[in-house]
């Protein structure tokens, strides 16, 4: 699962505990999904948007600058306008990733006889202490304006320890790792957070279940080990495309040269991997 994609997940799932957070109070907001708004969505996977009586938020998240944002904006909102004029809306990005772009402090869209504004949070720039008021924020607080970032997600683990419901934590808990892939060590991330505990979470699963599932079926309609295989080294490809961006034709060789079996087992490993360089270990490991 994507960073991003991870963001929208805990949005979605802790939907007043952003609103407080975003707009300075918990407004009940109920989902709306991007078909809604006649056209389809130029990029759903890390689009949210919230509806209240009088209010809709619309929250985009990003791990890196994107030049094509402003005009997302621009457009999302006339299409909010078309279906429903009445109401206000609020448009937040929000960046993940540190970066020195130019773009990440673009908030606005503008073309001669036309302008439209957004708001944009950059998450490195924000208080710590924001993200302990709320257990949906929790995975957040690592990507802060904080100096000891190991110590933050030693935090954010003695907090998620603390909550008595084990779906919520085990969610937490594997939002929290994901998340801090992008500033911490994978070996670090693991000493912290506990492996077994985020197993259990619905990100985990879904995202195994997604590959086996995926696997699995398109395997039987090839109907042979060979198409098992090319089918299985398409899914994991496009996996390591959604995790790590896409890897060099001389790794992409070194996967498609595995057995199914080792294909397999890459594709559960791939929820520790945040960079090219997790994939070179583990393909150094698991060789030969």
């Not at 791990?63 to 299409?79: G, H, K, Q, S, V």
């Amino acid at each position: 699962m994507a960073f991003d994609s991870t963001c929208k997940f805990l949005a979605e799932s802790f939907p007043s505990d952003f609103a407080t957070w975003l707009l300075g109070k918990p407004i009940v907001f109920s989902k709306l999904s991007p078909s809604e708004l006649s056209l389809e969505p130029i990029r759903a996977d890390a689009l949210i948007l919230f509806d209240s009586d009088d209010l809709i938020l619309h929250i985009e998240f990003q791990t890196e600058p994107d030049p094509d944002m402003p005009f997302r904006l621009a457009d999302y909102r006339l299409r909010i306008f078309r279906r429903f004029p009445g109401k206000q809306v609020r448009q937040i990005v929000i960046y993940l990733n540190p970066t020195t772009s130019e773009l990440v402090y673009q908030t606005a869209f503008a073309i001669p006889g036309t302008r439209h504004e957004f708001e944009v949070i950059r998450l490195w720039e924000q208080p710590t202490d924001i993200f302990f008021e709320a257990l949906g924020l929790l995975p957040l607080a690592v990507l802060s304006n904080t100096q000891d970032k190991n110590d933050i997600l030693r935090q954010v683990a003695s907090r998620i320890d603390a909550i008595p419901e084990l779906r919520t934590q085990a969610n937490l808990a594997a939002s929290a790792s994901l998340l801090a892939g992008l500033v911490l060590k994978k070996d670090f991330i693991h000493q912290v957070l506990r492996r077994e505990i985020m197993q259990q979470s619905v990100i985990y699963q879904e995202w195994r279940e997604e590959f086996l599932q995926e696997g699995k079926l398109e395997g039987k309609r090839e109907g042979k080990l060979e198409g098992k295989l090319e089918e299985a080294f398409s899914l994991v490809c496009r996996q390591l495309s959604r995790r790590i961006g896409n890897i060099s034709p001389e790794l992409s060789a070194q996967v498609q040269a595995l057995p199914l079996t080792q294909i397999e087992a890459l594709g559960e490993a791939l929820l520790d991997f945040s960079s090219p360089n997790d994939l070179t270990s583990w393909l150094h490991n698991n060789q030969g």
